[in-house]
């Protein structure tokens, strides 16, 4: 057995941003050597880590030599050079989530043929190789509008993908490799956070709920648990182990799922790593999402997945007519209300909707921490000092 | 009002131990830069501030040199030069705690003259320049045995402090200024959090029972809440709010007391920083202590110190018969138990008794953490690797 506590252990992550960030925190707390790696030399990794690397994380002899100096190596975004990290299994160097299972997600078209493979449930789609071919294919009646665009790679934060509804909307559309989805009308999107070590252990996080604003298309909380009925939460529940076990992945998998007008819930995506859809882990579940991936990569014991307390989590992103040095607007205000938590990213230059950090709400009575989400929501605003 | 989130302010920090670490997790929230000067280059802060110098802290110039580049000032030890501290806060640093209640703090005998002035209930006692002047005062029959020794200054976790039974026992105490206190028997050992910033909001933890060994005296578990009635804990809470106002203190001020058998509280002594007693918050408040220490001493508003769920916090100390490099072992089998969190401070040294992490047991029901608590303090162990 590694002795991981307090030892010559290391543990390298590739990517330094909010969500590595936040896995430090646990490293710190189990005082497990970390090497961390990023493009920015102001990644919010950049201290709390034990020692840090600026590096392009696509280029195969950075990521190659700097997953030498690791024991175990992790990342927290998924644009990592795979190749790289299939040279450093074949030298026996651990990487979790693994590479083929990175490759397999990378790239959405891939992603998408996996589940038709495993007959998983996900949306009917197409994939063409460039835009030319959707356009014919659109000519030719094979796919209809509407229809959703989805970039093969690079889709990253909404962008990526479109809701394609008239002939403009195709003539917008850029070049690249992509899917045509069918545009299926849902009831909710949902999300289950799986974690599964290497011994095979696997043990999921309640499903939640992302409730959008009314009007604009846009995510406004994650809420957990998800206000659905119990029989819908097993059976997303269920499909996302399944997903989980298909991939044989180990460390975190965040599963996207609609619920349909039927009760059906398909795949939407998933992602390797912790999630946005986790964050309110940190206030409300027994043990976060953060220290789980942790637990699940270095194949120690998973811990509980229940909440203590309901949670709903708020993003924080730059106001849109705001760019340049960041301040908090009344974040004063809405520290004074029970059970709220701002987590402060550490980005120093704000942008038009750019992730900043989040807010955490957690109450025992869920429908109170709503009703504090949305002052949450309707005071504190991410400007810049000067305009 | 000061930005303090992302911005250029500066929180320093005196002492970079467990205490300075896990108030670092809280800064790194809400991206608060801080400075942290330690005498040894392998304290546990050292990564996770944004800036740690090495230095002594007793020391008046390199207290004032470090300081002086700090806009606000705390410290997480009372081993701090107060002269210096006096200095910074006339050149208008904010100090807080200030140099005024550490100073009443620091020597023990000045703490017990203030309860007597301020007539807040403590243990009857008198005070001695000298070991020569105790034992006169004990052939004078003014003192008798038994009775507890104090030293006045350089306590810390349990030396300092000893329960004189007999003369022999009076023959091995040492040199310098001291208290005699009479030995009241007690039914339990309580202590209460108390929470106060600047504009004078204050907030009060639940109260904590140490929970001892049935034979020897020794701390096994610090319990929340207590298990006692609910005017004793009342009666407590206020008792540690008004030790709170009459040292005008500013920031986390952890009040020991005994429950005697007559039901009266008395003050023990007083700890102005985040103490051991409410590490079980991490994992059980709404609010932790350190976050709450950080929002109290930057004049942020107060968080909720109610708890989410029952705490059970036992420390993780060294194994008396070993010494050198540090490890846990069985900490995988106690990871393996539902709600158990183990914190390892990241000493690379154990020696007999040092305290080199601690464990968090949370359960809705305390009475099952209770049961784990047993069970994690049977099995994990710090040993060294190489006895």
Redesign the interface.
Known sequence: ?V?Y???DFKLGILGGGQLG?MML?ET????IQTLVMDPSDEAPCK????HFEQGDLMDYETVLKFGRKADVLTFEIEGVNVEALKKLESEGIKTYPSASTLEKIQNKAVQKKFYSEKQLPTAPFKVFDTIEDLKNSLSAKEIEIPFVWKSATGGYDGKGVSVIKNAEDVKKLPEGECIAEQLIPFKNELAVIVARNPSGDIKTYPVVEMEFHPTANQVEYVICPARIENTVAEKARVLAEKVSDAFQHVGLLAVEMFQTEDDDILINEVAPRPHNSGHYSIEAS??NQF?QHI?AILD??L??TES??GGIMVNLVGDKDHEGE???EN??EI??L??V????????ITRPFRKMGHVTI?D?DLSKAREVAEKVKNSIKVISKNK
């Open positions: 057995m002795n506590f307090s030892s960030k925190y710190r707390k189990y005082d201290i709390s880590c034990n027994y043990t220290e637990r120690l014991p811990g509980n203590k307390v960041v301040q908090y974040i004063e520290m004074s029970d059970g938590t701002p987590h402060i990213y550490g980005k120093k957690v025992k």
